[in-house]
């Protein structure tokens, strides 16, 4: 059974961090490039970060620098560390399997 379960958002202040989690089924895991998409209300889902079972990352141009995407093998889990968060971030996190399985997003608000 394909599975991507995300956790870990949440409301934060401006300047904040989070660390987003998923954990994916073992199938999905090894075969895909996994990663983290985000959507704003009334704009469209975009990439943030991607990782390789390698290791390889990729990140959207607004990411570089303060946001992390790493993965534990161990456990099918995939992360997303975020930092000085801001407003204009406030969207659902999805996490993804190659742009193939999606998990069902988990709320990050960015607020005082």
């Known amino acids: 059974q394909v599975q991507l379960v995300e956790s870990g958002g949440g409301l934060v202040q401006p300047g904040g961090s989070l660390r987003l989690s998923c954990v994916a089924s073992q199938f999905i895991f090894n075969r895909y490039v996994m990663g983290w998409y985000r959507q704003a209300p009334g704009k469209q889902r975009e990439l943030v970060a991607t990782?390789?079972?390698?290791?390889?990352?990729n990140y959207a141009d607004s990411a570089k620098g303060r946001f992390t995407i790493s993965r534990d093998n161990a456990k099918n889990t995939v992360y997303l560390q975020m930092n000085s968060l801001k407003p204009e971030e406030t969207a659902v996190y999805y996490c993804?399997?190659?742009?193939?399985?999606w998990g069902q997003g988990t709320q990050v608000t960015v607020s005082s």
């Open positions: 990782i390789a079972s390698g290791g390889y990352t």
């Open positions: 993804t399997a190659g742009a193939h399985f």
